[in-house]
């Protein structure tokens, strides 16, 4: 396969087409997503899901685990705060889930610099998830290719955890999305660079967090909507709204209350027209060895 | 006992008053919360208590849950996430608060759905709660009634769960509610009915945590007042809260600031003023089998 | 060592300068704050620190902490919902943080009332803690003089528990804060009360644990500054927020998101011009059998 003939490379128009059909999808079907997460920014994550119009439900004992994964539209597994508990939950619930074809989304935060996480992430993402969002380190780390940061900062550049990204995309069949001041979203073929968001989100715990659970939102209402075009529209929803709160913000306090209103107001013609999406070619040389 | 002759009828008028008096109990008091929940909305709930006037502490190791029972004013279970060491905490603590006379809120969130939290709300309940209060599908499920509903949502209407909140209260000799666009308070002879609240409330995580913790509070400094109106109390305080946010906020992520300023400052004159609630009595039909 | 003697005593002069300097120091290397603390308030405590420059880092499972703690700036240990997998975590943390030099700050959650935590704290603090952070309470239980409070509240005045700091202080060879209406931070031979602050910090949850995380951004990032002075900025910069937020608040639910606003936006010189704090010698008396 060379990049000339990749039958899959969209035009921006398709992008911001699908990403209010994104929206109108989740708001229409208000998918289940089953949250595997850190304690840290659970309230955030339930916020954010319920404010864009899905449905949270946070269930992490093993023994539940693998009963509610099969019935729920998304799981997402979050490692912020990894207990033991949630470790046993995440056993059993990633293989349900997979087996149930719910779609399920890796979140690995700050793996690389802290060997339990990294191998718990390199055993789940064999599982077959059908996105996995980091920052640039922890997707450098989870592709092999790096140490990791300093937690849950991102200490690489988004355009550096590029290839990696890829690598990872290829080898595991899924989309990865490295999360920055720019967005890189990709399935190792074709690549959307998302230039939405605000420097507010970097000055309140649970961004990421909350991004990821937009992402298993939109795989778990997405229909027809390739998986690609519906992981890149969560973060333009995203970041489409942290810009609308910016506006509205006195500090990073305020941000997150602005946020959560922009999430449930903004519309689906708001989120097609304010995107800032490039979409492009993965070239040979930064696919690396698949 | 036949319904014509319940000595325990009140009318609105009592209703009222005892709404005023019972948000004047909680602040002249302040009573002490012991709360076993999840931490999804721990947060929220602790930032709930204290703006009503009550004082939360979040005790859930079973070491120490059983000594500091006794001690609290009220005791809230809730069983959102259910860790085993809450559900350690959770067998301590329940016999203990019951021996000592400290009132006991049972949330059954999500049960019928997850064997593992139905199988442990059935075992609790039978300890003489003071209250058990859950949304529709989670109030048929403890009273064995039905499958549960799809997690925390509440797929049932208030009205279906009506007799089987009538049957769980009269078998545990405990007042029920069962929350919804409309709540539904009795304990088993008589019920009432409270149309307070905002369908905010439903776009924000923990909104019927924060309510279980107000019941709590209620029946940890009612005094004199009849459980069965402190229970309501606690409904009508919380809807009218929340009717007086939804004009101040401008989407789901500014109305949980102000529902907590609006809790903090509203008065016994607004909560008598404002109540919407109607009496009625439970008839036999209704009252299933005790 | 007599008091008129004591070579360390400084001026209020000094105090403010030091303080803007802290606030400056911690905007400048935005120490990385590893924290082991409570769900309930682990949202505010890592908002708090962004908010203020720092970035947090919540890992508290034992084959992460001992990991962790050296490579971070400072390590918060707050007692507030204790479960096992935290116990083991600060007990593999503490001696790691102390042995690489990274300082350390404990906050004794409501122990006194609960012998679990007390025992914890009861060794934890011979550690050589940077600072300890309580409540009058607390901090008379941890020093062995009393019986402690009602949990997380404070049952006693900041003064009475001024002897008890001083002994604990001094027999730990730690700065030691009590929170309350009026704070007293001390080393055991001089000390600092701060009168900045706001009663709506008293309507929030996590006020204190708040202020303990700042404590540790200050002494992870203090440089030259005196230990007992950042811990004093500490308190002073976090009154301060809380005053500017006051007077946009509506309540103490708007009050969370007008402080996190005020901690990313006041500047060195505010909070040097607003202090209100006056320096004491410790007296004999008052330094109770070090």
């Given at each position: 396969m060379t990049d000339d003939v990749s039958p899959t490379q969209p035009n921006p128009e398709d992008v911001t087409q699908q990403t209010a059909a994104t929206l109108t999808a989740i708001r229409d079907r208000s998918p289940l997503v089953h949250s595997i997460t850190n304690y840290v920014t659970a309230n955030f994550i339930a916020n954010t899901l319920l404010a864009v119009g899905a449905a949270p439900a946070m269930i992490d004992v093993a023994e539940e685990a693998g009963v509610f994964a099969p019935v729920a539209s998304g799981l997402l597994v979050n490692l912020g705060t990894l207990s033991h508990q949630q470790r046993d939950a995440a056993r059993e619930a990633v293989p349900a889930a997979t087996a149930a074809e719910t779609p399920w989304v890796l979140d690995p935060v700050a793996i690389g610099a802290l060997p339990l996480?990294?191998?718990?992430?390199?055993?789940?993402v064999g599982h077959a998830p059908g996105a996995v969002r980091g920052n640039a380190s922890e997707i450098i780390a989870l592709a092999g290719a790096g140490a990791g940061g300093r937690g849950v900062d991102s200490s690489d550049e988004t355009t550096a955890a590029a290839p990696a990204a890829s690598t990872l995309a290829r080898n595991e069949g899924t989309i990865v999305a490295v999360s920055g001041a720019e967005d890189y979203i990709t399935d190792g073929r074709v690549a959307m660079r998302v230039g939405n968001g605000h420097h507010f989100l970097t000055r309140v715990t649970g961004g990421g967090c909350a991004l990821g659970a937009i992402v298993a939102a939109a795989l778990g209402s997405r229909g027809e909507i390739p998986a690609l075009h519906a992981v890149t529209a969560a973060h333009i929803i995203f970041g489409i709204a942290a810009e609308q709160a910016s506006g509205r913000a006195g500090g990073p306090?305020?941000?997150?209350?602005?946020?959560?209103?922009a999430l449930a107001s903004v519309s689906p013609e708001e989120v097609a027209s304010g995107?800032?999406?490039?979409?492009?070619?993965?070239?040979?040389?930064?696919r690396g060895r698949a």
């Amino acid at each position: 396969m060379t990049d000339d003939v990749s039958p899959t490379q969209p035009n921006p128009e398709d992008v911001t087409q699908q990403t209010a059909a994104t929206l109108t999808a989740i708001r229409d079907r208000s998918p289940l997503v089953h949250s595997i997460t850190n304690y840290v920014t659970a309230n955030f994550i339930a916020n954010t899901l319920l404010a864009v119009g899905a449905a949270p439900a946070m269930i992490d004992v093993a023994e539940e685990a693998g009963v509610f994964a099969p019935v729920a539209s998304g799981l997402l597994v979050n490692l912020g705060t990894l207990s033991h508990q949630q470790r046993d939950a995440a056993r059993e619930a990633v293989p349900a889930a997979t087996a149930a074809e719910t779609p399920w989304v890796l979140d690995p935060v700050a793996i690389g610099a802290l060997p339990l996480r990294t191998e718990l992430a390199t055993e789940l993402v064999g599982h077959a998830p059908g996105a996995v969002r980091g920052n640039a380190s922890e997707i450098i780390a989870l592709a092999g290719a790096g140490a990791g940061g300093r937690g849950v900062d991102s200490s690489d550049e988004t355009t550096a955890a590029a290839p990696a990204a890829s690598t990872l995309a290829r080898n595991e069949g899924t989309i990865v999305a490295v999360s920055g001041a720019e967005d890189y979203i990709t399935d190792g073929r074709v690549a959307m660079r998302v230039g939405n968001g605000h420097h507010f989100l970097t000055r309140v715990t649970g961004g990421g967090c909350a991004l990821g659970a937009i992402v298993a939102a939109a795989l778990g209402s997405r229909g027809e909507i390739p998986a690609l075009h519906a992981v890149t529209a969560a973060h333009i929803i995203f970041g489409i709204a942290a810009e609308q709160a910016s506006g509205r913000a006195g500090g990073p306090g305020t941000f997150v209350a602005h946020f959560l209103d922009a999430l449930a107001s903004v519309s689906p013609e708001e989120v097609a027209s304010g995107a800032r999406v490039q979409v492009e070619t993965v070239h040979e040389a930064a696919r690396g060895r698949a």
